[in-house]
Each structure stands twice: as structure tokens, then as C-alpha cells.
């Protein structure tokens, strides 16, 4: 018993694996053809785990199985809009999943064992660890995307993902391996300290590093390893596509902090510069590119790729303001894709699908309510205030200013100017022009009470960030400054 | 909060809670309710911004009305307002040219009233708030804001071309914001603060403030705008539904020079004095160049546009010559032209709803069938040329006045206008006005009505009245501009 008690940090994890058996199970039983059981003993796994991540909560960094796995601020913070991410998606994309047949007790544990996977990731301080919880959580995201066995597109991109997603796998794992090699160790905190005692050897680091930064670039997308984001995005139900487009990303921010921050913060000057012809080349492309797009979905991929170099951006500041205005940019880049995908999602009905862009033409007329939190979620994504994305992206800009990268900051402003293009030719055709078909919406109310949540969301927290930005720079300066 | 109240969040608050009212009646079944909170919100918007006059001492330059609050403590900001005698002015006639617009759009905006109405209100307490912070940040936000209704009243309520000219007027605007942001972020870093009032103290190199005076130039210069960045403007402004083109001359042009008074001419005075001549030049490339370029419209709402980028040339040659008549003047020409260039879009706006055409061929001999019209128009025309006794007249007069203490010739290329604009835009009343009834759209006109009649006449009363008596207006702001030029003349490096 008392070493049960010892595990508390990792109950919450602990409870969701002990949840997706039961629901596999208890899937298995019920004959009910539209999972309502099923799907509301998920949500209520989600409520469970948040309830467990708050109650164990300490102050202070608590370290497990052997240094293993941390538990901090951050993890915690993360895990909880993890939580709240995965529940807001499967909110969303119920009705869309039920009326093309795939809302399966598979999705529901499916999604669960990923949300495990971005757990783990999450908590790492080991790169096994780091990687047993990224390929949970990619073996388990290649399945849901094939979901949809009859549709060729799904299946083609479920193809093009895991081949890509594989290759970035063997890519990270080639990287870590060069480290270990290079330190003797796979433990972050030990792979720091005997690099700060410059026991490591440079070649091998310098090596693994570019390894493992064009690895994680795979896995965010970010140009020039973004081949695979729109046609995923774009072949993928939409649903999975969210899924891709929200949780992950958190798992993916706190992966980039726990090896390039924690673990290999004294090779700043290495990677730094990496990450700035990332950043650069991401912001370009996919604000450039996205101008081209006709089908939303595909847009809303070259959207992420821009978004993702405006996240390296803020960490390859390298400052405590800098990574926290990255995890800030991470959280709100987050609930605006929900909110986007959402409203796909809610624009579609059976046997249509809401994602080219004519057909968001005359939106005001139809439904001026839905109108209105989409130009919001656009200004938003734009940066325009008052909505929540100008604080994000001006947080990110302060820390990259005051790191002294004058020429990639105005660079950013010129590429989030040509980017803001094209989301106002969404709020145009929403406004301005008249409606393709006037055809009643049906709108389910779960869906678009969540959307109204979402898009005020955005404003009220453009109205007033400073919380949610003082958590966040909490979250980041506990975990770096006391080991 | 001199009356137990913050007084300057009422004036930015009350525009927007009831701008969000009127959105809550919904479509247009409720439209004739839309209009009437509308309404009243807007001259409840206007009744609260008087006891900022009657409560106003004249004879500091500091700042009034102060509140202070944390907003976002982690990067130092604050929910800072309060207005000197320069904001003031440009607040109250902000606040009554809301009235006007409501009252200009009432019957002609008949498809989605509560959206236009919603989107007047709550754009003019975000142009408040441009005016009252004195936060950086909070002043970015109100100036960003208010870019998003004045998108939507151009693309959705404009004319046949809308799309392109809202979407041109957002991008132009935005990529000036943008710069105008790095700029603050830079001041950020070097004072640790985004007080407006501690960077007008912030000890800066010559390299540097020159940077930033670019940067706040490419923000400011777009929205007055100057000669090159003006060719937004004839297309917003003709695309733009009457309301918006009124709005967008009398109110958002000065928000522009407002700038220049309070940022780049206190944050950079060295860069100023050092780019005076950048300044001076442009100023009066748009003042003779623009108002021949006005001279060749054959649009009235074109001619208008451009008269107005001419008269707005005035006010930046007012403020880089750096005495108090130039300074004085470009104020008193920016209330002024406010008043003038907005009574001239409502004038155009009510012969578009009967005629529904901008050209200056379709009319002539509208003084035959709307003869009441005819005598308002005439004397906005009149104002708009510069005649004595005419606000138009006193900016000005004050602002050549003060260029040719500087330099004769800067004040004889600035005087040519008085030629230039008589001739443009009388040459333009009496195609329209004139000689017989033109066609049958002519002969079938209607004079104006109880509600036009009203507009027109408090339009014309001010005109008149701050022509012939400026001195409540130039009371007010004498303080600050006084400040502002003994500042302007201690070099900062």
C-alpha cells in the first residue's frame, strides 16, 4: 500500500489506462449502436483525471520510477487543457462522427490511449519515457485517422502519416541515441549537468541535435518538414483532423521544452539557430502558401505551419519570457483550432462536408450568431485585439524582440500581415457576400453551445489575459529554475 | 474621477454595452427598436462626454480624468486613461458625430440595421478609448479594434466595389499598426514600461528615435494619410456606405495626426525637428498636388476624398513646423475638417439615396427641386474652400500664418490651396447645383426632410460658430500645445 501511495503523481495516468479497459469492455457488452454510455463514460474518465491531476498537485517538481517520469507545474498545467482539449473535441465531432458511422467504441478508447501517450510525453524526464509516450500516441493517432476504411482520401492520408510519422520517429530515436552517446545517459536532468560540465562530446551532441530538431520539426510541422500536414489535414474526417490540429500540440510544446530546454539548454547557441530557419521558413511558407487554398481544411493546415514558427519563435528566445510566451501561443493556437474545426464540423451534415471555403459564403445571413464567433476566432488567428491572438502573438514578439532578433521579428510582422489575408477572406465571404445555398442549418446544441463558449472564450480572454499569462509564466519558470 | 465615477471609462464603455444591446434585438424585424437604442445610446454616449468639457481645467497641460488600474501585470501594463485639452476635443466631436451617423442612417439603411447601428456604437467608444489611453498597449488595442467594425460597415453596407476597398483599407492600416507595435515593443525594452507618458521622457539616441519615428510615421502616415500612403482612402471612402465615409473623414483622419501629436513628436522630438523637411515636403505635395488631383474627379465622393487628404496635408504641415500658430491651427483645421468633410458626405449621401449615383453628369439644376439642400450645400462648399468666417477658414489661416514664419515660400505653396480649393469644390457645386434641371432623376428630386433639416442645421450653426468665434477651442488646448512645443524644443540625446 505505501507504494501505491508513492505513485500519486502518476494517478491520473494510472486511472485512464484502469478506464480504457473498462470502457473497452464495457463497450463490447452494450448493443447500443450510438455509444451514448460509452461515450459519456469517456467524458467522465476526462472529468475523473482532471479532478485526480488537481487533487495531486503539490508545489514543487516530484520525480518517479527512478527519475523517470517529473511531475511540475507545467505537466500539470498542460495535462489539464489536455483534458479539456480532448473532452471539447469529442464534444464537437459527435454528431459529425455518428452520422458517417464512425463513432465506434474503437474512437472512443482510441482517443483515450492517445491521450495517455500526450500524458506521458507530458510528464517525461527520460527520453524513453519521451518516446514511449510519443509513439502511444502516434500508433494510436495512425489508426484514427484510417478509421474511415471506405474513404480512399482517409486512407491514403492515414498512409502518408504514419510513413511520415514513422520516419520522424526513427529520426528523434537516431538523435537520442547520438546523445547517449555523447553523455552515457538518457536522463534529461544528468544529459544537462554533464553537458554544463562539458563532459559531453561535441561532435556526437552537435550530431544527435540536428537529429532530434529535424524530428521534432517533423512532428510540429514546421517547413521545411511539413509535407504531410495538409494532406492529412485535408484527407482526415474532420474530426481526426482536429484531434491532429489541437492536443497534440500541447504534447509536442512541452516535447520540444523537455529536450531542448531542460535537457539541452547549455547547446542554446546550436539550436537557437536552427529553430530561427524554422521559424522563418514556417511563418513564409504557410502564410504564403495558405493565401492559395480553396478548401479550409488545407488552409487551416498552412495556418498551423505558420503558427508553429510563431511558437518556435518565442522559444528559440531562449528566456523564461520566451518559452512561457511559447506555452501561452500553444494553449490559444489550441482553443482557436478547436474553435475553427468546430465550426466545420458544424456547418456540415450528413453526407456534406462544410469544408470548402464557398461554403462559409453568406454565413451572416444564415446564421448571424455562428458569423459572429467565427470572425472572432479568424480576427483572433489574424492577431487582431481584442481577441486573445494578439496577445499571443505579442508575447511571443516581446521575448523575441528582447532576445535582440530584431530582423526575425519584423520578418514575423510581415509574414502575420500577408496572413492576414486570408483569414479576412473568410470573415469577407461570411459578411460580404451573399449565400450559396439557403438551406435551413441544423445545429446541434451541444456543438454550438461549446462554439459560443469557445469564440467568447477568445474574446473575454483577449479582454483579460493576464491570468491565463501569469500561469503560464508560473508553469515555465517552476519547472526550469528549481530542479 | 472627479464625479465619483471613472467618467472616461462611461465615455468608452457606454458606446459599446449599448452597441451590444442593439445586436441583441436581432434581425430586421426589430429594426425600427435597433434604431431607436441606438439612438439613445448614442446621445446618452454624447451627454457623458459634457461634464469632460464643463469639468476641464484650462490651465494645466497634465493629463485629466486619470484612472489607473492593473491590467496585465506580468508585461507592465495598465488600464491607464485620461485625456489633456488636445484628446478632449477630438473625443467630444466623436461622440457627436456618432449622434449624426445614427440619425444619418435611419431610414437608408433598411438590411441588417441592428449590425450597422451596433457596429457605429461600438467603433466610436473604441475610438474614445484611442483617445483617452495612456497605456501603449491599451492605445494598440483600441486602434486595432476599431479597424474591425469600419472593415465590416465598408464590405457589407458599401458600394458595388466594397470588397476590394475594405480589404485594402484593413491590410494598409494593419501593416502600419504592425510596425507601430515592433516600435513599442523597442521602447518597452529600453524603459521597462508601455506608459505613453514615460517614453515622452525616455532619454533616446539619434539612431535610434529615427527608427521609431518611421515606424510610428508608417502607422500614423497611413491613417491621415499623407501623400504616398493616401490611395486607400478614395477607394474607402467611395466604397463606403454614407454613415462610414463620415466616420472615416471627420473621426478616423485625425486619429493620424492625433498620433503624431502623441507619440512620434514627443517619443523622437530630435528625429522630428531632423525629418521636419521629409514632412514639411509631403505635407505640402498633398496640399497642392492632391488638390489638383481633387480639381479632375468626376466622382463627387472622389472629389470629396481627395479634398480631404489636401486639407489633412494642412494639419501635418501644421504640426512638423513646430510654432503655436502652426500648431494651433492644424488643431482647430482638424475639428474643422471634421465638421466640414462630414457635413460634405452627408450632403452627397442625401443626393445618393435619391438618385443613387456618385456622378457629378448625373445632376445639375438641383437648386431648382431642392432648394433648401441647395443653400446647406453651399455653404458646407463654402467651408470646405476656406472662405472667412467659416470654421475652415480659421486652421488655415493660422496654420500659413505659422508657415511663413518659417519659411515664405512653405506658406505660399500652402496658401495656393486657397485657390485650388475654391476652384475644385465650387467648381464641383455649380455642375451639381446649377444651371437647369439636367433629367428626369433631377426633376423628380424631393427637398430634404425634418431629419435632414435638422442634421444640416446643427452642421452648419457649428461651422459658422467656430468661424467666427474659435476661442472656446483654442482655450482648451492652449495648455498642451504649449507644453507640447516647450517639450518639442529640449533635445533628447
Keep these: 500500500m505505501s507504494y501505491i501511495s508513492t505513485l500519486f503523481p502518476a494517478y491520473a495516468e494510472i486511472f485512464l489506462l484502469c478506464m480504457i479497459c473498462v470502457i473497452m469492455i464495457v463497450d463490447s457488452l452494450l448493443p447500443s449502436q450510438t455509444r451514448t454510455v460509452t461515450y459519456l463514460l469517456t467524458q467522465v474518465t476526462l472529468l475523473g483525471c482532471s479532478l485526480i491531476t488537481v487533487a495531486t498537485h503539490t508545489t514543487g517538481v516530484a520525480h518517479l520510477f527512478t527519475g523517470m517520469f517529473v511531475d511540475d507545474l507545467m505537466s500539470d498545467v498542460l495535462k489539464l487543457l489536455t483534458y479539456l482539449s480532448v473532452s471539447m473535441m469529442l464534444v464537437y465531432s459527435r454528431s459529425y462522427l455518428i452520422v458517417r458511422g464512425l463513432f465506434t467504441g474503437e474512437l472512443l478508447s482510441l482517443t483515450l490511449t492517445s491521450t495517455l501517450g500526450m500524458l506521458v510525453m507530458i510528464s517525461a524526464s527520460n527520453f524513453v519515457t519521451l518516446y514511449i509516450g510519443l509513439e502511444v500516441l502516434a500508433l494510436s493517432m495512425y489508426a484514427l485517422v484510417a478509421l474511415q476504411r471506405d474513404s480512399a482520401v482517409a486512407t491514403e492520408s492515414a498512409m502518408k502519416y504514419f510513413i511520415l510519422g514513422a520516419m520522424a520517429s526513427g529520426f528523434l530515436l537516431y538523435g537520442m541515441s547520438m546523445i547517449y552517446g555523447g553523455t552515457g545517459s538518457l536522463d534529461i536532468q544528468t544529459i544537462s549537468n554533464v553537458i554544463k560540465a562539458g563532459q559531453g562530446n561535441d561532435m556526437l551532441l552537435v550530431f544527435g541535435l540536428a537529429f532530434l530538431v529535424a524530428g521534432l520539426a517533423f512532428k510540429l510541422g514546421a517547413v521545411p518538414f511539413h509535407m504531410w500536414v495538409p494532406d492529412v489535414y485535408h484527407g482526415a474526417p474532420t474530426a481526426m483532423t482536429m484531434f491532429i490540429g489541437t492536443a497534440p500540440k500541447l504534447a509536442a510544446f512541452a516535447f520540444v521544452m523537455r529536450i531542448l530546454v531542460e535537457a539541452l539548454q547549455p547547446m542554446m547557441i546550436h539550436w537557437a539557430g536552427m529553430l530561427a530557419v524554422l521559424a522563418v521558413l514556417s511563418m513564409g511558407v504557410g502564410n504564403i502558401t495558405a493565401i492559395a487554398q480553396t478548401n479550409i481544411k488545407r488552409m487551416f493546415a498552412y495556418s498551423t505551419i505558420a503558427h508553429m514558427g510563431f511558437l518556435l519563435l518565442g522559444v528559440l528566445s531562449g528566456t523564461l519570457d520566451g518559452y512561457s510566451s511559447a506555452m501561452f501561443y500553444a494553449v490559444i493556437y489550441v482553443l482557436m483550432t478547436l474553435g475553427g474545426f468546430g465550426m466545420i464540423m458544424l456547418l456540415s451534415r450528413e453526407g456534406f462536408e462544410a469544408d470548402n471555403l464557398n461554403d462559409f459564403k453568406g454565413l451572416n445571413q444564415r446564421s448571424p450568431w455562428l458569423a459572429f464567433m467565427m470572425l472572432l476566432l479568424m480576427f483572433s488567428m489574424a492577431g487582431v485585439p481584442p481577441t486573445v491572438g494578439f496577445y499571443a502573438k505579442f508575447s511571443v514578439l516581446n521575448a523575441a524582440l528582447q532576445a535582440g532578433h530584431l530582423t526575425l521579428v519584423i520578418a514575423a510582422v510581415i509574414f502575420s500581415l500577408i496572413g492576414a489575408f486570408y483569414y479576412l477572406r473568410i470573415v469577407k465571404l461570411m459578411y460580404f457576400d451573399a449565400p450559396e445555398s439557403h438551406e435551413k442549418l441544423y445545429m446541434q446544441p451541444d456543438s454550438t453551445l461549446l462554439v459560443s463558449i469557445n469564440g467568447l472564450a477568445v474574446l473575454m480572454l483577449g479582454i483579460m489575459p493576464n491570468t491565463l499569462m501569469a500561469i503560464c509564466a508560473a508553469s515555465v519558470q517552476q519547472s526550469l529554475l528549481l530542479p | 474621477?472627479?464625479?465619483?465615477?471613472?467618467?472616461?471609462?462611461?465615455?468608452?464603455?457606454?458606446?459599446?454595452?449599448?452597441?451590444?444591446?442593439?445586436?441583441?434585438?436581432?434581425?430586421?424585424?426589430?429594426?425600427?427598436?435597433?434604431?431607436?437604442?441606438?439612438?439613445?445610446?448614442?446621445?446618452?454616449?454624447?451627454?457623458?462626454?459634457?461634464?469632460?468639457?464643463?469639468?476641464?481645467?484650462?490651465?494645466?497641460?497634465?493629463?485629466?480624468?486619470?484612472?489607473?488600474?492593473?491590467?496585465?501585470?506580468?508585461?507592465?501594463?495598465?488600464?491607464?486613461?485620461?485625456?489633456?485639452?488636445?484628446?478632449?476635443?477630438?473625443?467630444?466631436?466623436?461622440?457627436?458625430?456618432?449622434?449624426?451617423?445614427?440619425?444619418a442612417g435611419w431610414k437608408v439603411i433598411e438590411k441588417r440595421v441592428a449590425q450597422y447601428m451596433a457596429c457605429f456604437l461600438i467603433m466610436s467608444g473604441l475610438i474614445n478609448g484611442v483617445f483617452a489611453a495612456l497605456d501603449a498597449v491599451l492605445f494598440y488595442v483600441f486602434w486595432e479594434a476599431m479597424l474591425i467594425p469600419m472593415f465590416l460597415i465598408i464590405g457589407v453596407w458599401g458600394g458595388p466595389n466594397r470588397v476590394y476597398a475594405a480589404i485594402k483599407f484593413f491590410l494598409y492600416t494593419l501593416l502600419g499598426s504592425l510596425l507601430m507595435l515592433v516600435a513599442l515593443l523597442y521602447l518597452y525594452f529600453q524603459s521597462g514600461s508601455f506608459e505613453i507618458l514615460d517614453y515622452h521622457q525616455l532619454p533616446l539616441g539619434m539612431t535610434a528615435q529615427i527608427l521609431i519615428f518611421i515606424a510610428f510615421f508608417m502607422a500614423f502616415a497611413v491613417k491621415v494619410p499623407m501623400f504616398p500612403l493616401h490611395t486607400w482612402l478614395p477607394d474607402a471612402h467611395v466604397e463606403a456606405p454614407t454613415g462610414g465615409s463620415v466616420v472615416l473623414a471627420a473621426i478616423m483622419l485625425k486619429v493620424g495626426a492625433y498620433g503624431f501629436i502623441r507619440f512620434s513628436m514627443p517619443i523622437a522630438p530630435d528625429a522630428s525637428h531632423e525629418l521636419a523637411w521629409l514632412m514639411v515636403t509631403l505635407s505640402l505635395i498633398a496640399v497642392v498636388y492632391i488638390g489638383l488631383v481633387a480639381l479632375a474627379q468626376s466622382d463627387m465622393k472622389k472629389l470629396v476624398a481627395y479634398s480631404s487628404i489636401s486639407h489633412m496635408g494642412f494639419v501635418t504641415l501644421g504640426l512638423f513646423i513646430f510654432n503655436a500658430y502652426g500648431m494651433e491651427g492644424a488643431l482647430l483645421q482638424m475639428i474643422s475638417h471634421g465638421f466640414v468633410s462630414g457635413a460634405l458626405f452627408l450632403c452627397i449621401g442625401v443626393m445618393y439615396d435619391r438618385v443613387h449615383s456618385r456622378q457629378i453628369v448625373d445632376y445639375g439644376g438641383v437648386a431648382n427641386t431642392m432648394p433648401v439642400f441647395a443653400a446647406f450645400f453651399m455653404l458646407f462648399a463654402m467651408a470646405n474652400s476656406g472662405l472667412p468666417g467659416t470654421s475652415g477658414f480659421v486652421g488655415e489661416f493660422m496654420v500659413i500664418l505659422g508657415a511663413v514664419k518659417v519659411n515664405f515660400w512653405y506658406g505660399f505653396a500652402a496658401a495656393t490651396t486657397l485657390v485650388f480649393g475654391a476652384a475644385y469644390t465650387l467648381w464641383m457645386y455649380k455642375r451639381v447645383v446649377f444651371g437647369a434641371v439636367a433629367n428626369d432623376h433631377v426633376r423628380h428630386l424631393h427637398d430634404i426632410g425634418a431629419r435632414e433639416i435638422l442634421l444640416m442645421a446643427v452642421l452648419a450653426i457649428t461651422v459658422l460658430v467656430m468661424g467666427l468665434y474659435p476661442l472656446p477651442l483654442s482655450e482648451i488646448m492652449h495648455a498642451s500645445v504649449n507644453d507640447l512645443l516647450v517639450h518639442m524644443a529640449r533635445s533628447k540625446i
Design chain 2, 1 to 103: 474621477m472627479i464625479f465619483g465615477y471613472p467618467l472616461l471609462s462611461v465615455v468608452i464603455w457606454l458606446p459599446i454595452v449599448f452597441g451590444v444591446l442593439v445586436l441583441a434585438t436581432g434581425n430586421d424585424r426589430n429594426a425600427s427598436l435597433a434604431r431607436i437604442i441606438a439612438l439613445v445610446g448614442a446621445v446618452l454616449g454624447l451627454l457623458v462626454t459634457i461634464p469632460l468639457y464643463t469639468g476641464f481645467d484650462r490651465m494645466t497641460s497634465a493629463m485629466q480624468f486619470v484612472e489607473m488600474k492593473n491590467w496585465i501585470t506580468q508585461f507592465n501594463i495598465h488600464y491607464h486613461l485620461g485625456v489633456d485639452g488636445i484628446s478632449m476635443l477630438l473625443i467630444l466631436l466623436n461622440a457627436f458625430f456618432t449622434v449624426i451617423v445614427v440619425i
